[in-house]
């Protein structure tokens, strides 16, 4: 990686296929190196708590955000919503359970979510359950993903009757999964994704220039093609410059 700049970015599991692509194309534009990283929002938090290595966090809800700036970790100032999705439930292509409805989960065998704990999707998820009285009728029968991802591969692989993911997810799965029901936005907290850059961060330079390049037009439609909803407050930028050659590298 000599003679680029590299920075580490941490982002949640849902937007794996669209900030891979996205970074593919950034570093052909402008020859700086993008690292990333990708888990749960609340497994990342950890890590940047930790002192992981990471320059910029891109989360899947705002509390963990919330709560790296609270800690003085994250930069709020630098804080750029980058897109949105939608909360749905799947089935196995091959189902034959009557799911059909959001209260249809209470009589499937097993329901994949999130752990709310440290999983947005998740947090959404329980959030929906709770407002359709749902919670306490499926409590015996929940099973728990460590991530947003792990949660689809149940449902893909018939391990669970029903998951419940976000709609990007189920789009990524093709006609492995089957969309039976969505969720009203009224039935949760807005799903948003939030992009900050990490105080502690040696690159901060690079970090915004790649956060810029993400909330702009030409990653806003990879991330509109692969099921996003807009950003909130989209920007129109420019593909950044390169870094110039006095700035210094950061080993993988």
Same mark, same amino acid.
């Given at each position: 990686?000599?003679?680029?700049?590299?920075?580490?970015?941490?982002?949640?599991?849902?937007?794996?296929?669209?900030?891979?692509? $996205?970074?593919?194309?950034?570093?052909?534009?402008?020859? =700086?190196?993008?690292?990333?990283?990708?888990?749960?929002?609340? +497994?990342?938090?950890?890590?940047?708590?930790?002192?992981?290595?990471?320059?910029?966090?891109?989360?899947?809800?705002?509390?963990?955000?919330? =709560?790296?700036?609270?800690?003085?970790?994250?930069?709020? +100032?630098?804080?750029?919503?980058?897109?949105?999705?939608?909360?749905?439930?799947?089935?196995?292509?091959?189902?034959?359970?009557?799911?059909?409805?959001?209260?249809?989960?209470?009589? #499937?065998?097993?329901?994949?979510? @999130? %752990?709310?704990?440290?999983?947005? /999707?998740? &947090?959404?998820?329980?959030?929906?359950?709770?407002?359709?009285?749902?919670?306490?009728?499926?409590?015996?029968? $929940?099973?728990?993903? &460590?991530?947003?991802?792990?949660?689809?591969?149940?449902?893909?692989? @018939?391990?669970?009757?029903?998951? $419940?993911?976000?709609?990007?997810? /189920?789009?990524? #799965?093709?006609?492995?999964?089957?969309?039976?029901?969505?969720? %009203?936005?009224?039935?949760?907290?807005?799903?948003?994704?939030?992009?900050?850059?990490? &105080?502690?961060?040696?690159?901060?330079?690079? /970090?915004?220039?790649?956060? =810029?390049?993400?909330?702009?037009?030409?990653?806003?439609?990879? *991330?509109?093609?692969?099921?996003?909803?807009?950003? *909130?407050?989209?920007?129109?930028?420019?593909?950044?410059?390169?870094?110039?050659?006095?700035? @210094?590298?950061?080993?993988?």
């Amino acid at each position: 990686m000599a003679g680029r700049e590299l920075i580490s970015v941490a982002a949640a599991a849902s937007l794996r296929d669209g900030m891979e692509e $996205i970074a593919r194309n950034y570093e052909a534009q402008t020859k =700086e190196h993008v690292e990333l990283t990708f888990g749960s929002s609340g +497994q990342l938090m950890a890590q940047i708590k930790a002192g992981a290595p990471i320059d910029a966090f891109v989360s899947a809800a705002e509390a963990q955000v919330k =709560e790296l700036a609270k800690a003085g970790l994250v930069d709020q +100032q630098s804080r750029k919503v980058i897109a949105g999705n939608e909360l749905v439930v799947i089935v196995p292509a091959k189902s034959s359970e009557d799911i059909t409805s959001f209260e249809d989960l209470a009589k #499937a065998k097993k329901v994949a979510i @999130g %752990e709310p704990g440290s999983v947005p /999707a998740g &947090t959404y998820a329980q959030q929906v359950l709770r407002k359709l009285s749902l919670s306490e009728k499926m409590k015996n029968h $929940i099973v728990y993903g &460590t991530n947003v991802r792990q949660v689809l591969d149940y449902v893909r692989r @018939g391990e669970v009757s029903a998951g $419940i993911v976000y709609a990007t997810d /189920a789009k990524e #799965a093709g006609e492995e999964v089957t969309v039976v029901a969505k969720a %009203e936005p009224s039935w949760h907290e807005p799903i948003v994704y939030p992009s900050v850059i990490v &105080t502690r961060s040696d690159k901060r330079d690079a /970090a915004k220039r790649f956060l =810029e390049y993400l909330a702009g037009d030409q990653a806003q439609r990879v *991330l509109k093609a692969k099921g996003f909803a807009p950003a *909130l407050a989209p920007t129109s930028a420019p593909a950044p410059a390169p870094a110039s050659k006095s700035q @210094g590298t950061k080993g993988t």
